[in-house]
């Protein structure tokens, strides 16, 4: 399968398929890119000792000169440190302004990746290969970027990849917990765009959660479909990208709020879809919008509700560290119906702050 991601000269590919990391070679090829010039593969620690040979063995035998560079899995890696440490392994390797960095692995390491090929000699191509499900959500539409210390992805670009490679095959050795995580954002896209998508992500959850290849195609494509749609629609973020955002409003605070490692960002973005649709019915969406992101959402086997232990009151400080707050009213992504959502700028402290209650 085959779509595109529509934005003028900057226009690029996303191919998912089996068997697509065997023939990389031949599509960095096809994308434009030269054999003159060195490539680097960005990987993480548990990505590479699976994939990372096999393909750099491909390209070399394409032509490519091609070096790696792998990090430790986890979030930690997004940052300046990591992203110093490629930049020397770019020069090292004499990487030039026709090289490419490639990222090969989940969102740590497209984002990261990413952020040092925008910035590398002020932008150098750039190559997604996703290896995790919640990828179809990162790899495509160009926000790439490291941690602050104190803040999450402040440091980084627009900085759109010449091609994305999605090889279905890598996602069978995902852990089941990243498997669901990832289908939180696959729902989302479903939720926000395309109400008979939702419908089919109900019907065959199991499928999903099997890793169906047939199936995670299908849901992997419709996903980067509305992905692509939204941002070939409005690149940086003016306005309607923002509905992308549905259910991270209360998602990122329910993990800043979280210890490391109790939610990942697919289950608090579950619980915060959640909330997004008791919201939603509150202010005069059918019932049934509620009731149906939860059985999508379950079906997907993801947390629906919030564990007790969560603070309410630590909950809606964090959202109101998460800016977007002003006199009391907040921005908020709310659906109006299965497949269509709304941006409201007049949401109370006080609504959230009972919803957040409710999800108990
Ligand atoms: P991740 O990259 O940390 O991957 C999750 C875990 O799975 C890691 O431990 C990784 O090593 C492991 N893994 C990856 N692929 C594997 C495979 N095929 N087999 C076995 N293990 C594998 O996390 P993620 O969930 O993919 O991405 C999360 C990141 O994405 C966050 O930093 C988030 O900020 C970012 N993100 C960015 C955007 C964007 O638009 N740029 C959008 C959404 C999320
Ligand atoms: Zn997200």
Known sequence: RELRVDLGERSYPIRIGEGLLGQAGQELLEAGLSVKSPLLVVSDDSVAPLYLEPLLEQLRSA????????????????????FEEIMTRALEEGLDRKSAIVALGGGVVGDLAGYAAASYMRGIRFVQMPTTILAHDSSVGGKVAVNHPMAKNIIGAFHQPALVLYDLDTLKTLPRREVSAGLAEVVKHGLIRDAAFVDWCVRHADRLLSLDPEALGYALFKGCEVKAAVVSADETEQDLRAILNLGHTIGHALEAVAGYGELLHGEAIS??????????????APQEVYLRTREALGKAGLPVSLPEHFDTDRIMEAMMHDKKFGEGKMVFVVPTAIGEVEIRSDIREQWVRDIVERLK
């Open 63 to 82: 032509g490519f000169r091609a070096a790696s560079c792998v990090v430790p899995a986890g979030e930690s890696s997004k940052s300046l440190a990591r």
């Open 271 to 284: 619980i915060g879809m959640i909330g997004s649709a008791l919201l939603g019915v509150q202010l005069g």
